[in-house]
């Protein structure tokens, strides 16, 4: 009974008309977008935004692949030769369900946008970017808005939001980041809750034993557990999105292929810092990054924010191995003692979560998942990929 709400928002439309905007966000039928959400559309992929002209926002948000990256690079590559992103490019899908970053009551951390929750908005988001001269590579709000009144777009950006708009760059840009806004908050692709999981909700799939399985193992609040903050159940009118919208400090390897992490002593310590400066005197939550959905996790890859696991199946294991096998995943230093967590320096290491299951384990111990039940998971991960046809 508790599927029911989730069942009937399936049933009655694949889309947020049907089931709520979240956030305050209101989403439309396919073909009835606003028009400054077509335009957002045209915006989105027009590569004539980068430094070079040869990258959009799609070039590490692939409609094709779910509005994630296209490939499987740790890190997207950024415009200019030699420059790369420093985070693992997610999927844009279901993050209008998001909100405000925010402390809750308990002083848990909660909402934003990106890996640290530093954009208030997905149009504070789209700024990123543009700007970041390690992505699009733009030197200033004004590069953006030439290049902008220089592109194939430019008649019908001054149709949406006048004639003058160019001669008054800081607003032009405003309006740039609120047309991508509304690309995302209005197009049905970036919600379509299409996943054979949907289908199932609705009684129209039906899930094999391996897929049944995995989804009880997920919400096994002593085996995988992922369903304490991969959230299963539908809230708020809308079926499950699989992620809490909190952050959590995992551990994860560092991954040598990035390039800041040449430098030793360079750490992304994620809500602390370095792209993220407001709470830099938090250091309890340094090394903590958002939960991302799981809703297309089977296409997605790599995992975690500096895509240091390639694999889903990996990506499961590591959750359930990382503390009874760490050797398998951290290197070791000159005698031969394992350097786990090795990606945040040693202060902050004891923020990495080692209290819920299926953390809390140690060498020796049996991992709570064995590898016919990590098959199980990843089974059941795979009914959330979007596209599914009955």
């Given at each position: 009974?508790?599927?029911?709400?989730?069942?009937?928002?399936?049933?009655?439309?694949?889309?947020?008309?049907?089931?709520?905007?979240?956030g305050g966000?209101?989403?439309?039928?396919?073909?009835?977008?606003?028009?400054?959400?077509?335009?957002?559309?045209?915006?989105?992929?027009?590569?004539?935004?980068?430094?070079?002209?040869?990258?959009?926002?799609?070039?590490?948000?692939?409609?094709?692949?779910?509005?994630?990256?296209?490939d499987?690079?740790?890190v997207?590559?950024?415009a200019?030769?030699?420059?790369?992103?420093?985070?693992?490019a997610?999927?844009?899908?279901?993050?209008?369900f998001?909100?405000?970053?925010?402390?809750?009551s308990?002083?848990?951390?909660t909402?934003?946008?990106?890996?640290d929750?530093?954009?208030?908005?997905?149009?504070?988001?789209?700024?990123?970017?543009?700007?970041?001269?390690?992505?699009?590579?733009?030197?200033?709000?004004?590069?953006v808005?030439a290049?902008?009144?220089?592109?194939?777009?430019?008649?019908?950006?001054?149709?949406?939001?006048?004639?003058d708009?160019?001669?008054?760059?800081?607003?032009?840009?405003?309006?740039?980041?609120?047309?991508?806004?509304?690309?995302?908050?209005?197009?049905?692709?970036?919600?379509?809750?299409?996943s054979?999981?949907?289908h199932?909700?609705?009684?129209?799939?039906?899930?094999?034993?391996?897929?049944?399985?995995?989804?009880?193992?997920?919400?096994?609040?002593?085996?995988?557990?992922?369903?304490?903050c991969?959230?299963?159940?539908?809230?708020?009118?809308?079926?499950?999105?699989?992620?809490?919208?909190?952050?959590?400090?995992?551990?994860?390897?560092?991954?040598?292929?990035?390039?800041?992490?040449?430098d030793?002593?360079?750490?992304?310590?994620?809500?602390?810092?370095p792209s993220?400066?407001?709470?830099?005197?938090?250091?309890?939550?340094?090394?903590?990054?958002?939960?991302?959905?799981?809703?297309?996790?089977?296409?997605t890859?790599?995992?975690?924010?500096?895509?240091a696991?390639?694999?889903?199946?990996?990506?499961?294991?590591?959750?359930?191995?990382r503390?009874?096998?760490?050797?398998?995943?951290?290197?070791?230093?000159?005698?031969?003692?394992?350097?786990?967590?090795?990606?945040?320096?040693?202060?902050?290491?004891?923020?990495?979560?080692?209290?819920e299951?299926?953390?809390?384990?140690?060498?020796?111990?049996?991992?709570?998942?064995?590898?016919?039940e990590?098959?199980?998971?990843?089974?059941?991960?795979?009914?959330?990929t979007?596209?599914?046809?009955?």
């Open positions: 009974m508790r599927r029911l709400v989730p069942a009937i928002c399936s049933i009655l439309l694949l889309s947020l008309a049907a089931c709520g905007g979240g966000s209101t989403a439309t039928g396919a073909g009835s977008m606003s028009a400054a959400a077509e335009l957002g559309a045209k915006l989105f992929n027009d590569s004539a935004l980068s430094s070079t002209g040869a990258m959009s926002c799609a070039s590490c948000h692939d409609a094709g692949n779910h509005h994630a990256a296209p499987t690079r740790s997207p590559a950024g200019d030769a030699g420059h790369e992103a420093g985070r693992q997610p999927s844009l899908q279901y993050l209008r998001n909100g405000r970053f925010a402390f809750a308990d002083g848990t951390p909402g934003g946008f990106t890996w929750g530093r954009a208030a908005t997905l149009a504070a988001q789209a700024e990123g970017p543009l700007l970041n001269p390690n992505e699009m590579a733009n030197a200033s709000v004004e590069d808005v290049k902008l009144r220089r592109s194939t777009n430019a008649a019908e950006f001054q149709k949406v939001f006048g004639s708009i160019f001669d008054r760059p800081a607003d032009a840009f405003a309006r740039l980041r609120f047309a991508l806004q509304q690309y995302q908050l209005e197009d049905p692709d970036f919600a379509p809750f299409s054979k999981f949907d199932w909700l609705a009684g129209k799939a039906q899930l094999t034993a391996s897929e049944l399985k995995g989804l009880a193992l997920f919400n096994d609040p002593n085996k995988g557990n992922c369903a304490a991969h959230t299963s159940t539908g809230a708020n009118g809308n079926p499950p999105l699989f992620t809490d919208n909190t952050f959590d400090a995992l551990g994860v390897p560092r991954n040598p292929e990035i390039q800041a992490n040449a030793a002593g360079y750490y992304d310590l994620g809500l602390c810092g993220r400066t407001d709470l830099a005197g938090r250091t309890d939550l340094c090394g903590a990054f958002r939960v991302p959905t799981l809703r297309n996790v089977a296409r890859a790599p995992y975690f924010h500096n895509g696991i390639k694999t889903l199946t990996d990506a499961v294991r590591f959750y359930v191995r503390d009874t096998n760490p050797e398998e995943w951290y290197p070791t230093d000159s005698n031969g003692v394992v350097r786990k967590f090795n990606d945040l320096p040693p202060a902050y290491r004891a923020n990495v979560n080692v209290t299951a299926p953390y809390n384990r140690k060498p020796g111990d049996a991992p709570a998942l064995s590898e016919s990590i098959a199980d998971v990843v089974a059941f991960l795979n009914t959330l979007d596209g599914y046809t009955p």
